[in-house]
């Protein structure tokens, strides 16, 4: 079974910026990124086709945050900009079962062990 892993994650002002990275052990499928806030329930943020011709966002994070992948490395990545308060939570990537765009956290098999930001108001 394929492992995922973040990096990426931090302490940053609100307006500041942050990249996350998740590098699989294996090629995978479709991915997607997701967090959780203390007392939340675990939440769609953004999602990429295997070959990255096509993403997906939640609405709270559309455009300011950017997904991408670069296959060759394997590596998923969450470019976010102009973060808010409101966006601290663990991150976590995913990785799913096919190779569309997927919303939903069942369609996703295998997800790495969550990467925290924090944005200071």
């Known amino acids: 079974q394929v492992q995922l892993v973040e990096s990426g994650g931090g302490l940053v002002q609100a307006g500041g910026s942050l990249r996350l990275s998740c590098v699989a052990s294996r090629r995978t499928l479709g991915m997607g990124w997701f967090r959780q806030a203390p007392g939340k329930e675990r939440e769609f943020v953004a999602a990429i086709t295997w070959s990255g011709g096509t993403t997906d966002y939640a609405d709270f994070v559309k455009d300011r945050f950017t997904i991408s992948r670069d296959n060759v490395k394997r590596t998923l990545y969450l470019q976010m900009n102009n973060l808010k308060p409101e966006d601290t939570a663990v991150y976590y990537c995913?990785?799913?079962?096919?190779?569309?765009?997927?919303?939903?956290?069942?369609?996703?098999?295998?997800w790495g062990q969550g990467t925290q930001v924090t944005v200071s108001s």
């Open positions: 995913a990785a799913a079962r096919t190779v569309e765009v997927h919303k939903s956290p069942p369609e996703f098999g295998v």
